[in-house]
């Protein structure tokens, strides 16, 4: 670490200082604060064990970022859930009355995210109540997240009708199932963070030829329910520290 890392460093954990890559007295007083906060001794001056310390805090703060999350805790009341299903609304980007009525979670166009109306507590295992139905004979132990998107998609040959998927959307999604998983203690598995499309092939619950979701509008590289399943699990594995 030179002076201008250590200054970097020292400012992201809230010391003041400007980086300027000179050892001046400003860095010194934040060295020797942070030392004393890590209970080192406060000599101000940046050994392997500052170092040390300074690059384990700055780990800290980048995991505990992460860990504030996207969805408002009280979204996710106590319930037991098991599995997460992925799905479009086959509707516009905006999330209407009845999309809200299918789902726990909407992620409109611009990558906003919206409250369904049903509780995810009410699609807990042993739950009563108004469920989200959102999935054929899988509804329960599953929460429902939906991308607002795909009205008149028509899947072969493929075309994206009046609303398709945009890439705020689905950047969206993996930060809410990773969320999701850490609330409820859901691993990211194929098993257990899976696209509707995914569910007959995975599950062997029949679905009726529901395909979302197969295809990313913005990019026609990928194709396949497995294909974009494989995106969202691992990107949600980034966001989800357990
Ligand atoms: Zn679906």
């Known amino acids: 670490m030179n002076t201008r890392d250590v200054q970097a460093a020292l400012l992201s954990l809230g010391y003041s200082l400007t980086i300027d890559g000179v050892a001046g007295p400003k860095t010194k007083t934040a060295v020797q604060a942070f030392q004393r906060g890590r209970g080192l001794a406060a000599d101000g001056i940046v050994g392997p064990q500052t170092v040390k310390a300074l690059q384990a ?18 979204w996710m009341p106590a319930a037991r859930l098991e599995r997460i299903i992925v799905h479009w609304t086959a509707g516009s980007h905006r999330a209407s009355g009845l999309d809200r009525s299918h789902y726990h979670i909407l992620i409109e166009a611009d990558g906003k995210l919206v409250r369904g109306t ?31 998107c795909m009205a008149g998609a028509v899947e072969s040959p493929f075309q994206a009708g009046s609303a398709p998927m945009t890439a705020a959307q689905w950047k969206a999604l993996p930060p809410v199932l990773a969320d999701l998983c850490r609330r409820y203690s859901i691993p990211a598995t194929p098993k257990t963070v899976l696209s509707h499309a995914e569910v007959q092939g995975t599950l062997g619950i029949k679905q009726r030829g529901k395909w979302d979701i197969s295809r990313l509008a913005f990019d026609p590289t990928v194709v396949g329910a497995r294909a974009c399943g494989d995106i969202f699990r691992s990107e949600t594995l980034r966001f989800h520290h357990s």
């Open 57 to 74: 805090a700055v780990a800290e703060k980048t995991e505990q970022k992460v860990e504030l999350g996207v969805v408002p805790a009280g």
């Open 118 to 148: 049903p509780s995810i507590a009410a699609n807990g295992v042993g739950a009563s109540g108004t469920r989200a139905n959102h999935t054929l004979n899988c509804n329960t132990g599953s929460i429902g997240v939906a991308l607002c």
